[in-house]
């Protein structure tokens, strides 16, 4: 574990989630409140830094790496997203949670409301952050995505422009704020181009089709809230407040910042699970 970053009072384990070795960073008191962070593409644990500290305060923070992602260990095949969906609430299981709270963020916030739907019983709320709801209608605009998703889903072209894409994107959409060359390399290096190639290759040749033919999915039993930029091409077109036909969903912009929301404006993520309103 030499190679993962410290951070005042994070602790490191490896936990066995069926047959994947999962990485989490844990933090806070083993008897509070459990906190589930959930990070996205191409990210890990360290996405939220910024945050882990003011939580640990008031909740037993869990923050794990998903499969493929930071240290933990990266399998052939399972990058569909049920699946990530199921590495989690596997990794409840061995820790031995009956319920969390789950913030999410990216592919984290959409494995979410995976969960939410399939097994409402083991989320308390959920913080879904930069990533549209099952119930979106897409915008126009966020056709723009293709123009790295389907590079990276191509094989062989993927694995070798995953590196260079991720890093671009990771500095995109900051406003001249741009990520320090030591966090960029802690996400970009620790994410195989064929995991990333993995992601993005099941998302459009089969989730993505499955999805606009399918029916919308059942009501959400999860008191969730779904914050994303006012300048995030992912959630372009999002419309605040209430969602139609899901009561327990409600939706908030976050001014003047795009999709690296738990990054740049921290206090919103830590105001929601301290119940504050913002």
Known sequence: MSDIPSLPGVSHEFVDVDSLRMHVALAGAEDAPPLLLVHGWPQNWWAWREVIGELATDFRVIAPDLRGHGWTEAPEGGYEKEQLASDMLGLLDALGLERVSWVGHDWGGWTGFLAALRAPQRLERLLALCIPHPWATPHPRQLALLAYQLPISLPALGTRLAGPLSRAILQSG?????????????????????????????????????????????????????????????????????????????????????????????????????????
Request: charged share 25%; glycine share 10%.
């Open 174 to 278: 900051r406003h001249g704020k741009r990520l320090a060359a030591g966090d960029l390399e802690l996400f970009a290096e620790h994410i195989p181009g064929r995991v990333s190639l993995a992601m993005y290759r099941t998302f459009l040749t089969r989730e993505l089709p499955a999805s606009v033919r399918a029916r919308p999915p059942g009501p959400l039993l999860v008191d969730t809230t779904l914050l994303v930029g006012e300048q995030d091409i992912v959630t372009k077109g999002s419309s605040p407040g209430a969602v139609s036909g899901q009561p327990r969903l409600k939706v908030e912009i976050v001014p003047g910042v795009a999709h690296w929301v738990p990054e740049q404006r921290p206090d919103t993520v830590i105001d929601w699970a301290r119940g504050a309103s913002r």
